[in-house]
């Protein structure tokens, strides 16, 4: 949700609140804000129209997904590469526009640093960290343990503001990573598995959410409930938002 939305601001808004707008394949609709009345804004049509007022929970400043891949060499090819592959299809899918969707892949803090040096990750709204997780509640990299604390310190660097986190690394739902990380400045909420989870099942949870999430519009905890439905029972993912386990 976009928050203090002025007239004139450049903005997305979820298609399927849009129902006259000829369908393009595409996640999200840009434009501008006409008019704002309490909770709602009224936006430009392609026409030149104006469109009903929609609620402000539809309207973003920024959308797109960041797929930030820790490479190990040793499962690459039979893992990491094709579950980052998996979800980045599926992203460019959603958004029907490269733009929007990002693929990087690093393997230690120092290029972790850097890339949060850099504005890659600015227009981004989601980041979704593929790798290995550990028990202690680190990020595995082929050189080195991320600890949650120096991976928050990191992506807090440079940030104009938080991010909706998905960690597809075994373990790091947990008390251990989750609390320290989802407390940090850059982070709006973080979703992990608590215990080791198939490629294949973070594959499935991952592009259920990202449907609901993105083409339906629902809330970050709606999404992640039926991204876990969807999904075996023992596989479960972590809602964490400022320290505190949601769901």
């Known amino acids: 949700m ?14 399927n609140r849009l129902p006259t707008l000829p369908d393009q394949g ?6 501008v804000i006409v008019e704002r009345q309490k909770r709602s804004a009224r936006v430009r ?24 891949q820790f490479g190990d060499f040793l499962s690459e090819s039979t893992l990491i590469d094709p579950l980052s592959k998996t979800i980045l299809q599926c992203c460019r899918i959603l958004f029907g526009d490269d733009s929007y969707v990002r693929y990087i892949k690093i393997r230690s803090l120092v290029e972790l640093s850097r890339l949060c040096e850099s504005s890659e990750l600015h227009p981004f709204e989601h980041i979704v960290v593929i790798g290995h997780g550990s028990r202690s509640g680190s990020i595995c990299t082929i050189i080195e343990e991320i600890t949650s604390s120096a991976a928050g310190r990191e992506f807090s660097q440079n940030n104009p503001r938080p991010w909706d986190f998905t960690f597809l690394c075994c373990y790091l739902g947990r008390t251990a990573f989750a609390k320290t990380f989802s407390m940090a400045a850059c982070c709006k909420s973080l979703i992990a598995p608590f215990n080791s989870v198939h490629g294949a099942v973070s594959a499935q949870f991952m592009q259920t959410y990202l449907v609901k999430a993105l ?15 969807s999904t075996p029972a023992k596989s479960a993912f972590r809602l964490w938002q400022n320290g505190k386990l949601l769901h």
Do not use: C, W
């Open 2 to 15: 976009a928050a203090n939305i002025q007239m004139g601001d450049e903005v997305y808004i979820y298609r």
């Open 26 to 31: 595409k996640a999200f609709f840009k434009t």
């Open 45 to 68: 049509m392609p026409n030149g129209e104006y469109s009903d007022f929609i609620s402000t929970k539809f309207i973003h400043h920024r959308v797109g997904v960041a797929i930030i």
């Open 215 to 229: 083409l339906e519009g629902e809330t970050t905890a709606v999404a992640h409930r039926h991204g876990s439905t």
